[in-house]
């Protein structure tokens, strides 16, 4: 019987962000995730027991997990937490305090009020000089009690009784309050790997992993394969061989998958679904029978178009790829809903989202006359934050939905490797990642490649010493913890992160622990920043009033000159979706109207059914739509025009006309689909009141 074989694979993964030198981990993010996600997402199977899932755990992810289960953890905001605040200092403040403002303030913050209230008192100060506020001793309390139980998942708080009495009291916490928070927080983590274990014995979830620090393993191998997507990109100073880690990372991985869980891994993600042709050499030599990627490393691979609707069902099928080692399943995941579910759907309603999937699943399974394999494959943690109660309307929709559907049947990939749906033979692997099919996110910007030199230049240092090396294993850890990708991730100006620093800084102590481990001095580069070029989305806020020709062209070089700008794509983060219209924002205002102007690829839309939505919200939102068409206008005074830009003109009396803030959000649409969101988790604030004051000035 025909069936759709839904294949969901969730990616557990944060960097190595402890510094074995000093023995301390830097950020938080592990002991953060652990109480929002690591368990929040596997409890849905014990919810839905019919409905099954891959989870990926990267091994240092596994490593720093261990440290947390107890608030001994030599961790830096673990340790300042423990502190009564009476006795912190103003330099233990200044870390403190802004970690303890990074929570989605919609989704995590505006749900618990005093939150709300210490949040709205931070205002418009910049998040690393919110120390300066004068925070009293209880306002310290409150805050720090409140961020832990902000980042608490729906089932972490079922599990821990005692954060639901906290969030009856509201306020005025004390420090015990807090430290037994904190033990019952230790003792929650340290529940979360039994939780994987159980549900793998029950058959519910498979567990999978990744190379061992998460590292791009076809650029380890030969870092010349970023030629092969982009045989101009520009390439770094590489002066050794990684090949050697490229195989540990792997060897490495299994044998900790196999200490941690009993057995060995069957299935691996490669870190940022990077494959190669001698990656997958490296996989199988290692026991691993199947991979997976993203179907533009598919379509690059067969030479296949599968965005043309006759070539789609190629996808569904299951691939297999002949190495040395002999044959590799790989799985490649359907872009739409993978990036649908971690980027669009949290702000929809959770019924209409779910419809939205079941519907997409509905159109695959028509279009294949076998049983299509459908791999959603996304980060598992990062992206629920942004939708409301971490996602948990959603998922109970979704799962609920898919338990009862006999059309649909979840499988774990394993399962799906050895179902019944048909399998094509790949005769070549074009070497890509998940982004862009290619490698330009860790190589080919001048940051990106100075870090590669660095690394290179400890590597060849290593190897001219390594025989000779008491502490070689210690050598060999740094160098690995450095191979991840994520320092590469956020060197650059194609990700953003209020932390960009901090991670260019645990990036040179590890290079710079390589030398001290050595006996060497260590290079002064290495002690300089590799990150200079730091992402903001206000690029230029307006001069004062314009009033420009809405006609979908800049007809002359002035009438936008007074404009601001914002680059609606600055905060793609940890996470990037593939759709890449709506790019450059400019906008401005007279008495009368608000005038905003898209640039980017809009102007391959027009008469495509698509809309352009603009959702303004001051002290309520509303929705603007404007059909994606030359010409538009409606009885209230909104306009626009697409033709090699677009333009819309809103009044601003349907804003509100004493408004002096309102916040931006746009969106893509073609029907009621969302295809894509600007900007993906924040919003272009727009001040009335200071462009009006600069204007009189």
């Known amino acids: 019987m025909k069936k759709l074989r839904l294949c969901f694979l969730w990616h557990m993964h944060q960097p190595y962000y402890k510094d074995d030198m000093d023995g301390l981990y830097h950020m938080p993010w592990v002991y953060l995730h652990a109480l929002k996600d690591y368990f929040e997402l596997p409890y849905y199977h014990r919810e839905y027991p019919g409905v099954k899932g891959t989870y990926n755990l990267v091994p240092s992810l596994l490593v720093q997990l261990r440290d947390y289960e107890s608030t001994g953890v030599q961790d830096t905001f673990v340790k300042l937490m423990l502190k009564d605040p009476a006795i912190l200092t103003q330099e233990e403040k200044n870390?403190?305090?802004?970690?303890?403002?990074?929570?989605?303030?919609?989704?995590?913050?505006?749900?618990?009020?005093?939150?709300?209230?210490?949040?709205?008192?931070?205002?418009?100060?910049?998040?690393?000089?919110?120390?300066?506020?004068?925070?009293?001793?209880?306002?310290?309390?409150?805050?720090?009690?409140?961020?832990?139980?902000?980042?608490?998942?729906?089932?972490?708080?079922?599990?821990?009784?005692?954060?639901?009495?906290?969030?009856?009291?509201?306020?005025?916490?004390?420090?015990?309050?807090?430290?037994?928070?904190?033990?019952?927080?230790?003792?929650?983590?340290?529940?979360?790997?039994?939780?994987?274990?159980?549900?793998?014995?029950?058959?519910?979830?498979?567990?999978?992993?990744?190379?061992?620090?998460?590292?791009?393993?076809?650029?380890?191998?030969?870092?010349?394969?970023?030629?092969?997507?982009?045989?101009?990109?520009?390439?770094?100073?590489?002066?050794?061989?990684?090949?050697?880690?490229?195989?540990?990372?792997?060897?490495?991985?299994?044998?900790?998958?196999?200490?941690?869980?009993?057995?060995?891994?069957?299935?691996?993600?490669?870190?940022?679904?990077?494959?190669?042709?001698?990656?997958?050499?490296?996989?199988?030599?290692?026991?691993?029978?199947?991979?997976?990627?993203?179907?533009?490393?598919?379509?690059?691979?067969?030479?296949?178009?599968?965005?043309?609707?006759?070539?789609?069902?190629?996808?569904?099928?299951?691939?297999?790829?002949?190495?040395?080692?002999?044959?590799?399943?790989?799985f490649f995941r359907d872009k739409e809903l993978s990036d649908l579910v971690g980027f669009t759907y949290s702000g929809w309603e959770a019924e209409k989202a779910v419809d939205d999937f079941m519907d997409k699943l509905s159109e695959i399974f028509d279009m294949c006359d076998f049983s299509p394999v459908v791999p959603v494959i996304l980060d598992g943690e990062n992206a629920w934050e942004y939708y409301p109660e971490n996602g948990h309307r959603f998922f109970s929709h979704l799962y609920k939905r898919l338990s009862s559907c006999n059309w649909v049947e979840t499988m774990t990939m394993s399962e799906a490797s050895g179902c019944d749906s048909p399998a094509e033979r790949l005769n070549k692997i074009r070497a890509g990642s998940w982004i862009y099919a290619n490698f330009t996110t860790w190589m080919g910007h001048p940051e990106k490649n100075e870090a590669w030199r660095v690394l290179s230049d400890a590597h060849a240092r290593y190897i001219s010493k390594a025989e000779t090396l008491e502490n070689r294993e210690k050598v060999e850890k740094e160098l690995m913890a450095a191979e991840g990708s994520d320092w590469f991730w956020w060197y650059g100006d194609d990700h953003f992160s209020l932390q960009s620093d901090v991670f260019d800084k645990l990036f040179r102590r590890h290079i710079a622990n390589i030398y001290t481990l050595m006996g060497e001095k260590v290079p002064s580069e290495v002690n300089q920043p590799i990150k200079k070029s730091h992402k903001t989305g206000l690029l230029k806020a307006p001069a004062g009033y314009i009033t420009p020709v809405t006609d979908g062209r800049v007809t002359s070089f002035f009438e936008w000159l007074g404009a601001g700008r914002f680059d609606l794509k600055y905060?793609?983060?940890?996470?990037?979706?593939?759709?890449?219209?709506?790019?450059?924002?400019?906008?401005?205002?007279?008495?009368?109207?608000?005038?905003?102007?898209?640039?980017?690829?809009?102007?391959?839309?027009?008469?495509?059914?698509?809309?352009?939505?603009?959702?303004?919200?001051?002290?309520?939102?509303?929705?603007?739509?404007?059909?994606?068409?030359?010409?538009?206008?409606?009885?209230?005074?909104?306009?626009?025009?697409?033709?090699?830009?677009?333009?819309?003109?809103?009044?601003?009396?349907?804003?509100?006309?004493?408004?002096?803030?309102?916040?931006?959000?746009?969106?893509?649409?073609?029907?009621?689909?969302?295809?894509?969101?600007?900007?993906?988790?924040?919003?272009?604030?727009?001040?009335f009141a200071d462009s009006e004051k600069d204007w009189i000035a």
């Open 95 to 330: 870390i403190l305090i802004p970690q303890l403002f990074m929570a989605n303030y919609k989704n995590q913050a505006k749900p618990l009020r005093r939150y709300r209230e210490l949040y709205d008192r931070k205002g418009d100060t910049p998040l690393f000089e919110t120390a300066k506020i004068p925070f009293t001793y209880e306002d310290i309390l409150d805050l720090e009690v409140l961020y832990l139980l902000s980042w608490c998942g729906i089932f972490t708080r079922q599990t821990v009784p005692f954060t639901a009495e906290l969030i009856e009291k509201r306020r005025g916490f004390s420090q015990n309050d807090k430290l037994h928070l904190m033990d019952k927080l230790a003792e929650f983590v340290a529940s979360i790997v039994p939780l994987y274990k159980d549900l793998t014995k029950n058959g519910n979830i498979e567990i999978s992993a990744t190379p061992f620090y998460h590292p791009i393993l076809p650029l380890l191998l030969d870092h010349r394969s970023a030629k092969e997507a982009l045989p101009d990109i520009s390439m770094p100073a590489v002066n050794t061989d990684f090949s050697a880690h490229a195989h540990r990372h792997v060897t490495d991985a299994v044998d900790y998958f196999s200490e941690t869980f009993g057995y060995r891994p069957v299935g691996m993600w490669p870190a940022e679904g990077s494959i190669s042709e001698s990656a997958a050499g490296v996989f199988r030599k290692n026991g691993i029978s199947w991979i997976a990627s993203d179907e533009d490393v598919l379509s690059a691979s067969a030479e296949i178009d599968l965005r043309d609707k006759k070539n789609r069902s190629y996808l569904y099928k299951k691939h297999i790829f002949g190495t040395s080692e002999g044959d590799i399943n790989i």
């Open 571 to 687: 905060d793609a983060g940890a996470m990037t979706a593939s759709s890449n219209l709506l790019n450059m924002l400019w906008f401005g205002f007279d008495a009368e109207n608000l005038y905003l102007r898209i640039d980017g690829g809009v102007k391959d839309i027009v008469k495509g059914g698509y809309g352009i939505e603009a959702e303004i919200t001051t002290d309520e939102s509303r929705k603007f739509l404007f059909p994606a068409a030359p010409e538009f206008s409606d009885g209230d005074g909104r306009m626009s025009c697409l033709d090699t830009v677009f333009e819309a003109v809103i009044p601003r009396e349907l804003i509100g006309k004493e408004t002096e803030k309102a916040y931006l959000t746009f969106r893509l649409k073609k029907g009621s689909r969302i295809l894509e969101t600007a900007p993906v988790y924040n919003t272009v604030e727009i001040d």
